[in-house]
């Protein structure tokens, strides 16, 4: 291991990530990293993602500097113990572009969300990774889409079948919605795990997301193998009207942005491609109709609707409820008062969308919540 | 969701505003007919295709051609907007607008105005400019401007298939008269379309790319050179912003205001001539409301003022090109540094 090169590349993140452009360094050549360590930040079409280190050792050379644009899979540094020559290094670098174009061959390979029927709605569901592990269904919060799951989608593939849903009325799922419940939408999601045949899952659910987890929880119990509920909807009293007042009646770029900032701990991460995305998603004939019904199921004038506590409770399925400490849409002192036995995980450095502002530790959580989950 | 033409993305948004509102007519010359018609009319959809398909679904009644006659056909749709409907009026080339300037500046645009708010007058004229197709002085020119001059009508210029279906579809929902300008150069070009409908407002600029050091503010086909010329200073570490207003009127002057104060470096490519076009129009703006940011002169990449040139050479230098925005841009971002 110590004489051996390695290389660092550009990541991909979700199907339609091509390049990405290096937004800067948090190590200089020379330096020693260590596995685990964040070291490098890269812009996306969402946020600008702090990568941690899959390898330990010295940054002999740094190929990519800040603020340039790299394509996926592409060498960004060279990772090797001092010992080695200069000479090995450079023969490695060199060497690298022939090795690097293989790698495009795999990502044409890889899957697409495709539009499931699931009783009277049509779903874009994207399924990846394949394993022993139980099936693990992924379902984004309001006015969200796949894409909130794109740091998350490959860590929990590794081993296991996962689901990458969009409710009705989101992304690419038609808004087939008669009441805009959490129920209705927690039976459109049973609907797809059956036109999946996926007779068990884990169910992971990030806010409203969390809520349709639970209520699917309470009316199909035996078809929930784990809960992991990040900021969820349903469990405390409080949510931000001006969050969702705001993101309802903003169809232009400029409020768009200053909505989805109250998204984040830190709101200079978000890219302006996340507010076209979602301002290309309300411009759909039909969607704010369906955005304003969900609402209105959901929460008035700052206080939730749904209460499903109780669901939580009567679960009896392992449960993982992680929060961003500094979540401005549903705060974190929810997570407090929980029933026993469900593990809390705060997240100090985070907002309401940990999964994008600190992916790699809730990939650690929930990972190892899966783990245990299906060891039961 | 799914990839197509600009020209399928304007054909898509006419078949589902027309399946929508049984009030949309599309009227013009050589309009009818495409696939699915009988006989000769097969042949036709609109000199450029646009329109195919749509007499077979919807009938003559509802997709008229009309003879040689923009004077007539434009004052009919005017008309008719007035009293009830929603005309979709094609005119083969926007250079041909000078025999119907009273039907457009005179009443259309006045309606509203005139009676006190009480009349609409829910109208799209369809047209396409632009040089680059050897087609000569009277058949490649950029007239936005002269419609932009005009209170009382929107002027719209999409510069890819997305925004040419949001566009269109807003400006058949929109209650006032609508010139929507389509560069006959981009009718090939692709981008990802969903595929049900959907509106993008108007006076809301699309920021195609963002960067710290130039802003270029470009109008329909010359988004994509602005593009072009960004993505070639990007290896120079010249970082620029692209902004495309999508419309010019109502014209989203907080967008082009605040990149401009960011930025203090300011190059706006038109394809129209230079005397009262967007370029001068917006370089006014941006002097007036934004001075104190900037740091060097606004830099206009347009068309000469002169006719559009037919021998290739000729037409070809007539252009703005990304060679000629990117130099405008190297300018720019080095004056008084």
Same mark, same amino acid.
């Given at each position: 291991?110590?004489?051996?090169?390695?290389?660092?590349?550009?990541?991909?993140?979700?199907?339609?990530?091509?390049?990405?452009?290096?937004?800067?360094?948090?190590?200089?050549?020379?330096?020693?990293?260590?596995?685990?360590?964040?070291?490098?930040?890269?812009?996306?079409?969402?946020?600008?993602?702090?990568?941690?280190?899959?390898?330990?050792?010295?940054?002999?050379?740094?190929?990519?500097?800040?603020?340039?644009?790299?394509?996926?899979?592409?060498?960004?540094?060279?990772?090797?113990?001092?010992?080695?020559?200069?000479?090995?290094?450079?023969?490695?670098?060199?060497?690298?572009?022939?090795?690097?174009?293989?790698?495009?061959?795999?990502?044409?390979?890889?899957?697409?969300?495709?539009?499931?029927?699931?009783?009277?709605?049509?779903?874009?569901?994207?399924?990846?990774?394949?394993?022993?592990?139980?099936?693990?269904?992924?379902?984004?919060?309001?006015?969200?889409?796949?894409?909130?799951?794109?740091?998350?989608?490959?860590?929990?593939?590794?081993?296991?079948?996962?689901?990458?849903?969009?409710?009705?009325?989101?992304?690419?799922?038609?808004?087939?919605?008669?009441?805009?419940?959490?129920?209705?939408?927690?039976?459109?999601?049973?609907?797809?795990?059956?036109?999946?045949?996926?007779?068990?899952?884990?169910?992971?659910?990030?806010?409203?997301?969390?809520?349709?987890?639970?209520?699917?929880?309470?009316?199909?119990?035996?078809?929930?193998?784990?809960?992991?509920?990040?900021?969820?909807?349903?469990?405390?009293?409080?949510?931000?009207?001006?969050?969702?007042?705001?993101?309802?009646?903003?169809?232009?770029?400029?409020?768009?942005?200053?909505?989805?900032?109250?998204?984040?701990?830190?709101?200079?991460?978000?890219?302006?491609?996340?507010?076209?995305?979602?301002?290309?998603?309300?411009?759909?004939?039909?969607?704010?109709?369906?955005?304003?019904?969900?609402?209105?199921?959901?929460?008035?004038?700052?206080?939730?609707?749904?209460?499903?506590?109780?669901?939580?409770?009567?679960?009896?399925?392992?449960?993982?409820?992680?929060?961003?400490?500094?979540?401005?849409?549903?705060?974190?002192?929810?997570?407090?008062?929980?029933?026993?036995?469900?593990?809390?995980?705060?997240?100090?450095?985070?907002?309401?969308?940990?999964?994008?502002?600190?992916?790699?530790?809730?990939?650690?959580?929930?990972?190892?919540?899966?783990?245990?989950?299906?060891?039961? | 969701?799914?990839?197509?033409?600009?020209?399928?993305?304007?054909?898509?948004?006419?078949?589902?505003?027309?399946?929508?509102?049984?009030?949309?007519?599309?009227?013009?010359?050589?309009?009818?007919?495409?696939?699915?018609?009988?006989?000769?009319?097969?042949?036709?959809?609109?000199?450029?295709?646009?329109?195919?398909?749509?007499?077979?679904?919807?009938?003559?009644?509802?997709?008229?051609?009309?003879?040689?006659?923009?004077?007539?056909?434009?004052?009919?749709?005017?008309?008719?907007?007035?009293?009830?409907?929603?005309?979709?009026?094609?005119?083969?080339?926007?250079?041909?607008?000078?025999?119907?300037?009273?039907?457009?500046?005179?009443?259309?645009?006045?309606?509203?105005?005139?009676?006190?708010?009480?009349?609409?007058?829910?109208?799209?004229?369809?047209?396409?400019?632009?040089?680059?197709?050897?087609?000569?002085?009277?058949?490649?020119?950029?007239?936005?401007?002269?419609?932009?001059?005009? $209170?009382?009508? /929107? %002027?719209?210029? +999409?510069?890819? =298939?997305?925004?040419?279906?949001?566009? @269109?579809?807003? &400006?058949?929902?929109?209650?006032?008269?609508?010139?929507?300008?389509?560069?006959?150069?981009?009718?090939?070009?692709?981008?990802?379309?969903?595929?049900?409908?959907?509106?993008?407002?108007?006076?809301?600029?699309?920021?195609?790319?963002?960067?710290?050091?130039?802003?270029?503010?470009?109008?329909?086909?010359?988004?994509?050179?602005?593009?072009?010329?960004?993505?070639?200073?990007?290896?120079?570490?010249?970082?620029?912003?692209?902004?495309?207003?999508?419309?010019?009127?109502?014209?989203?002057?907080?967008?082009?205001?605040?990149?401009?104060?960011?930025?203090?470096?300011?190059?706006?490519?038109?394809?129209?001539?230079?005397?009262?076009?967007?370029?001068?129009?917006?370089?006014?703006?941006?002097?007036?409301?934004?001075?104190?940011?900037?740091?060097? $002169?606004?830099? /206009? %990449?347009?068309? +000469?003022?002169? =006719?559009?040139?037919?021998?290739?050479? @000729?037409?070809? &230098?007539?252009?703005?090109?990304?060679?000629?925005?990117?130099?405008?841009?190297?300018?720019?971002?080095?004056?008084?540094?």
């Amino acid at each position: 291991m110590a004489d051996t090169i390695q290389p660092i590349t550009m990541p991909k993140w979700g199907m339609t990530m091509t390049e990405g452009r290096l937004a800067s360094w948090l190590v200089q050549e020379g330096q020693q990293i260590s596995q685990g360590q964040e070291f490098v930040e890269v812009e996306t079409e969402k946020i600008t993602n702090v990568v941690e280190s899959l390898v330990s050792g010295n940054i002999r050379k740094i190929i990519v500097p800040e603020g340039a644009t790299a394509p996926v899979g592409a060498l960004l540094a060279v990772v090797a113990e001092p010992t080695v020559p200069d000479s090995e290094i450079e023969q490695f670098i060199n060497s690298y572009a022939d090795r690097a174009g293989k790698s495009d061959d795999e990502t044409e390979g890889q899957a697409a969300p495709r539009v499931v029927a699931a009783g009277p709605h049509s779903l874009n569901i994207l399924s990846i990774g394949d394993g022993d592990g139980q099936p693990a269904i992924l379902v984004h919060g309001f006015g969200g889409d796949i894409g909130t799951w794109l740091f998350t989608q490959d860590a929990l593939a590794q081993n296991r079948k996962v689901h990458i849903v969009d409710l009705p009325a989101h992304g690419g799922s038609a808004p087939s919605l008669e009441k805009g419940s959490v129920e209705e939408l927690a039976a459109a999601l049973l609907m797809a795990m059956d036109a999946l045949s996926v007779e068990k899952a884990h169910l992971v659910g990030h806010s409203m997301g969390g809520a349709v987890a639970l209520s699917l929880a309470q009316s199909a119990p035996g078809r929930v193998a784990s809960l992991a509920l990040i900021a969820p909807a349903g469990i405390g009293p409080e949510i931000s009207s001006e969050y969702i007042e705001g993101f309802l009646n903003a169809d232009r770029r400029k409020p768009m942005k200053d909505v989805l900032a109250r998204l984040f701990a830190s709101s200079e991460a978000m890219s302006a491609g996340m507010v076209e995305n979602v301002l290309r998603f309300k411009r759909l004939d039909g969607v704010p109709e369906a955005l304003g019904a969900i609402a209105a199921n959901i929460a008035e004038q700052g206080k939730q609707k749904i209460d499903l506590k109780p669901a939580l409770e009567g679960a009896g399925v392992p449960a993982l409820v992680i929060w961003g400490e500094q979540d401005a849409v549903i705060p974190s002192s929810q997570a407090t008062g929980l029933p026993a036995g469900v593990q809390v995980e705060i997240i100090s450095n985070a907002g309401h969308m940990p999964m994008m502002e600190a992916s790699s530790t809730v990939n650690r959580l929930l990972s190892s919540h899966l783990a245990s989950a299906d060891a039961k | 969701m799914s990839v197509k033409s600009y020209r399928q993305a304007l054909n898509e948004a006419l078949h589902q505003e027309m399946a929508r509102d049984p009030h949309v007519i599309v009227i013009g010359e050589d309009i009818a007919g495409g696939a699915g018609a009988s006989g000769q009319q097969d042949a036709w959809g609109g000199a450029f295709g646009v329109t195919k398909g749509l007499l077979g679904a919807f009938g003559p009644a509802r997709v008229r051609d009309t003879p040689i006659s923009e004077s007539a056909f434009v004052g009919a749709a005017v008309g008719a907007a007035a009293t009830g409907l929603r005309p979709v009026a094609e005119i083969m080339f926007v250079d041909f607008l000078g025999v119907c300037f009273d039907q457009i500046f005179n009443q259309a645009a006045k309606f509203r105005y005139m009676f006190g708010g009480k009349a609409v007058t829910p109208f799209v004229l369809r047209a396409t400019f632009g040089a680059g197709t050897r087609s000569a002085s009277q058949h490649s020119q950029a007239l936005y401007p002269i419609f932009t001059h005009i $209170p009382g009508l /929107k %002027v719209v210029i +999409p510069s890819s =298939p997305y925004d040419a279906k949001g566009l @269109l579809t807003q &400006a058949i929902r929109d209650n006032d008269p609508v010139i929507f300008l389509e560069n006959k150069l981009l009718y090939d070009t692709v981008g990802e379309v969903p595929d049900g409908p959907y509106v993008i407002p108007f006076g809301e600029a699309n920021i195609l790319r963002e960067g710290s050091d130039v802003t270029i503010i470009a109008f329909g086909r010359m988004v994509h050179i602005a593009m072009d010329a960004a993505n070639a200073l990007a290896k120079e570490g010249i970082d620029c912003t692209v902004i495309d207003p999508r419309t010019t009127s109502p014209l989203d002057e907080d967008t082009i205001l605040e990149s401009a104060e960011e930025t203090g470096r300011v190059v706006i490519v038109d394809e129209a001539n230079p005397r009262c076009g967007m370029a001068a129009d917006v370089s006014s703006i941006i002097a007036e409301k934004a001075f104190g940011a900037l740091k060097a $002169p606004i830099m /206009k %990449v347009t068309a +000469p003022h002169t =006719p559009v040139p037919y021998a290739p050479n @000729l037409e070809a &230098a007539y252009l703005p090109d990304a060679t000629r925005v990117a130099a405008a841009a190297r300018a720019a971002f080095t004056y008084g540094k």
